[in-house]
């Protein structure tokens, strides 16, 4: 299984930023994705979820509104696309595996930084 996500970056405040995560090693149609992050010095914090075919999405309350999750099964790619950035938005975000999205995380990507800064 491999997960590898890009996209990330620094953005001022109000700025938008997309995420993308190329999943291979497994059947991606079939398998619920997460989005999962750490900010600096904190613990995980599960971000949003999408069910296999992007018919139900989850979002943690601090991004309702601001963060749209979706996928492309064809191209076997999750996105994460973040609008009204903050500075507590700051960390990095993982593409995660999350079978039945009950926070399971059974296989991660790398990472990939995202920083909201003047």
């Known amino acids: 299984v491999q997960l590898v996500e890009s996209g990330g970056g620094m953005v001022q405040p109000g700025g938008s930023l997309k995420l993308s995560c190329g999943g291979s090693?497994?059947?991606?149609?079939?398998?619920?994705m997460s989005w999962v992050r750490q900010a600096p010095g904190k613990g995980l914090e599960w971000v949003s979820g999408?069910?296999?075919?992007?018919?139900?999405?989850y979002y943690t309350d601090s991004v309702k509104g601001r963060f749209n999750i979706s996928r492309d099964n064809a191209k076997n790619t999750l996105y994460l696309q973040m609008n009204g950035l903050k500075p507590e938005d700051t960390a990095i975000y993982y593409c995660t595996r999350d079978p039945n999205l009950l926070f399971q995380y059974v296989d991660w990507g790398q990472g990939t930084q995202v920083t909201v800064s003047t």
């Open positions: 999408i069910n296999t075919d992007g018919g139900s999405t």
């Open positions: 090693g497994f059947t991606f149609s079939t398998s619920d």
